[in-house]
């Protein structure tokens, strides 16, 4: 059990685990599924699916309603995609067992169908990233969505869906230190990934990893690491892309997180000043270039 945390780099085990074997085909990258909001609200997943890609799945695919298959088809190409409509269409994909990872929540909306969506992903237990609708969505029934997570869940929540989420970690959080040690956002993602029993990423320009035995890592992007550019609109959904695409490529939910958070800020810092989410994907062979993969 790791007590410290530690502050991200990049090991040999973490790069080595980037790298491709040359001896394997595309469904040994695995398959990540990623659904899609409706008309209008396809782009997050979109943004997410890219980033997937870029980062190594074998296929991606989106899962996007009937009525926004033109708007997805017309702007993807090496990314596949599927009409789904409601939970029992994704309990019938899912029967296709190649899928190993799955990315629930970028654009997906706050309706009851979001409810249904992420309750049918967690039942097959599969390796799952849920991030902005797929948290929001349970602000008012937490427990609904705890009872559901299992171990190799990975939820990514900003610090306004962690509140929403979290609301009594998030007040301990916020509240002015009266007695030291203060109660600092290691404690509250340590805290929040046991409570939900599976990894917890909370963003921000530190972004803290915690798994539900203490576990934890900082990527900390400040100082010489220092991205601000990353505060702009589709960043955390091309991170929570960057999740899916490693755990499908068979990273631990942990490993998936990390490395996932520190490419994500190595992508803006090789970008620089004028990033857009769009960019990040683009950016990932350069960094890897870089990094030897
Ligand atoms: N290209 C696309 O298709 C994109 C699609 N997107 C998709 O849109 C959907 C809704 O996303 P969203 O951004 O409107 O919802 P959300 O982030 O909950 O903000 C609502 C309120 O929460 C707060 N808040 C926000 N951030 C905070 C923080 N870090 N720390 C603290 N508080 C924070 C803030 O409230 P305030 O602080 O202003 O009171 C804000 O007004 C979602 O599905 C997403 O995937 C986006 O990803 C963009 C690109
Ligand atoms: N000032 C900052 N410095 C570094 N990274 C940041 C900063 N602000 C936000 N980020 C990162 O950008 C991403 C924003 O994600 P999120 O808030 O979910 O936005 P969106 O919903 O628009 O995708 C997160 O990965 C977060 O860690």
Redesign the pocket.
């Known amino acids: 059990m790791f007590r410290d945390p530690m502050t991200l780099e990049m090991t040999a085990a973490r790069r080595d685990a980037l790298c491709k074997s040359p001896d394997v085909h595309k469904y040994d990258h695995g398959h990540a599924l990623i659904l899609s909001?409706g008309p209008g609200?396809t782009?997050?997943a979109r943004?997410a699916a890219r980033g997937a890609l870029r980062i190594g799945a074998g296929l991606v695919t989106i899962g996007c309603p009937h009525t926004a298959l033109a708007e997805v088809a017309g702007q993807v190409t090496a990314i596949m995609c599927r009409p789904l409509d409601g939970a029992p269409g994704l309990t019938e994909l899912l029967e296709d067992t190649r899928l190993n990872a799955l990315l629930l929540?970028?654009?997906?909306g706050l309706g009851q169908d979001t409810q249904a969506l992420v309750l049918s992903a967690l039942s097959g237990k599969r390796a799952t990233v849920l991030d902005?609708?797929a948290l929001?969505r349970f602000s008012r029934n937490p427990e609904t969505l705890f009872d559901a997570l299992h171990e190799t869940c990975i939820l990514t929540p900003?610090?306004?869906?962690f509140a929403r989420l979290f609301p009594d970690i998030a007040e301990k959080l916020h509240a002015p230190a009266t007695t030291g040690p203060a109660y600092s956002k290691i404690d509250a993602t340590r805290e929040a990934a046991a409570q939900a029993g599976c990894v917890v990423l909370l963003?921000?320009p530190d972004t803290v990893i915690a798994d539900p035995k203490g576990r934890c890592a900082i990527n900390a992007s400040v100082y010489d690491r220092a991205a601000p550019w990353l505060a702009t609109?589709?960043s955390?959904?091309v991170l929570a892309g960057f999740i899916a695409g490693l755990l499908a490529r068979g990273l631990t939910p942990f490993d998936a997180a990390a490395t996932a958070a520190w490419l994500h800020t190595e992508c803006a810092l090789s970008f620089g000043p004028g990033l857009i989410?769009e960019d990040l994907p683009e950016e990932l062979p350069s960094v890897f270039r870089a990094l030897g993969v």
């Open positions: 909001g609200k782009g997050a943004l929540g970028p654009g997906l902005a609708d929001s900003h610090a306004g869906e963003k921000g609109a589709g955390g959904d989410a």
